[in-house]
Each structure stands twice: as C-alpha cells, then as structure tokens.
C-alpha cells in the first residue's frame, strides 16, 4: 500500500503528505522580487494538494544569482513579496519552503531562452564571486576568495535566513543551503526548524 499520501513528521514539522516540488528556477523576477509568475508557479502546486513546495533557488546576496532575472530574498521588498506566495501556499495546506542559492562562478549569466554565457555588465551583468577565480566553462573569471568572504556570506546569510521568517515559511533548502520557510499552515509564523 502507497505511504505517498500519508503524513511526515520530521523534527516538529509535518508534511500533510510526501507529495514535493523539487525547487525549479524561473528567471522571471526583477532585482530579486517575485511576482505573480511566482505566485502562480508555486501556488498552482499547492492547490493540486502537495505536501511541500520549494521555491526556486533564490539568491542571498544579488552576486550570487545565477542570472539578473533570478528570486532574492536578501531585502525586505523580496520578503514582503515572498510572504503573499507562502500565505497563499499555506492557506492550501501546503508547506512552503525556500531554497536558498549561491551561484558562485556560474552567476550573472544568461536565462536559458536567451542563450548562454555571461551577462556583460552593460546589460546588467556583474562579476561573480566563487570559491576560486577560475573560469567555469566559457563564463567570465570570478572573483576568488578573499579572507572577508566567509564572513560577508555569514552576513548575508544570517538575515536571509532570518528573513524567512518573516516570510512564513518553515523549511529551508540550499543549493549551498535548502532551508525551510516558517511554520507548518497550523502553528506559529516563523519557529519552525531549520530543516
Ligand atoms: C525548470 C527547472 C528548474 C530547476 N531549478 C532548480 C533550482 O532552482 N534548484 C535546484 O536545486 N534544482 C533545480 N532544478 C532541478 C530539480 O529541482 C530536480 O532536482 C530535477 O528536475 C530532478 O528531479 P525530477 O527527476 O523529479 O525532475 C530545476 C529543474 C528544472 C526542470
């Protein structure tokens, strides 16, 4: 007999069933915002009945989106923008988590419909920081590490992560980190565990 529609408790969470959306990129928002594309994308799942629904890798500092048109959560407008995608997910039933994505050597690229490569900074492009300065593939150089780096993406993940509390949601993934976005629809906005 299928458990896939029976409940899953992991830690104090509980997934309604073990139906989940993988997280899947859309490079349709603008400076990080989501907008109803997303609201749509992510909403449509939930009212189809799934458990979990992940948001799109989204970027904890604008640097570390793959491309200019990549979902942030590194300011409070991309939060507040956030927080109508999780209420409506929530209000189905769903659990919404968020997955937070650093691109590192592979950022300021082009959306796959438009081609591939990076994106020059005259078209809203910007150098990218990765674990070191070599070329991934074609793509320009990025920037190396540098001894402020791990504290810079402490910072920056520190709020990002805080942020999605103030979004509502309890699980957070990551594509260096997958996190979940506050609480499960029934208990309290934003103590939920880090998953
Ligand atoms: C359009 C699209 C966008 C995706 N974006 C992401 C992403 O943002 N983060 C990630 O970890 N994986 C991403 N993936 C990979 C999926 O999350 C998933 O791991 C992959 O599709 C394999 O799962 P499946 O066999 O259920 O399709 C993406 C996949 C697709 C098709």
Redesign the pocket.
């Known amino acids: 007999m299928s458990r896939l529609f029976e409940p899953l408790s992991l830690r104090g969470l509980t997934l309604p069933n073990r139906a989940w959306v ?4 859309q490079y349709s928002a603008a400076d990080g915002v989501p907008n109803d594309w997303h609201l749509v994308h992510l909403g449509q799942f939930a009212v189809g009945g799934a458990g979990l629904v992940l948001t ?2 989204s970027a904890v500092v604008p640097e570390g989106r793959i491309s200019p048109q990549d979902a942030g959560i590194w300011n409070d407008e991309q939060a507040e923008a956030w927080r109508r995608i999780t209420d409506f997910a929530h209000a189905q039933g769903a659990v919404i988590g968020m ?1 937070l ?1 650093h691109a590192g050597r592979k950022a300021s690229t082009r959306r796959p419909w438009e081609g591939i490569g990076t994106v020059p900074a005259s078209e809203g492009g910007w150098p990218s920081v990765g674990a070191d300065d070599q070329p991934f593939g074609d793509y320009a150089p990025a920037r190396g590490p540098r001894p402020p780096s791990r504290p810079a993406l402490a910072a920056a993940r520190g709020p990002s992560a805080g942020r999605r509390g103030a979004v509502g949601g309890p699980v957070l993934a990551g ?1 260096a980190a997958s996190l979940r976005l506050g609480p499960a629809p029934s208990s309290g906005f934003g103590a939920g565990p880090q998953q």
């Open positions: 993988s997280p899947m990129c799109e890798a997955q994505g594509e």
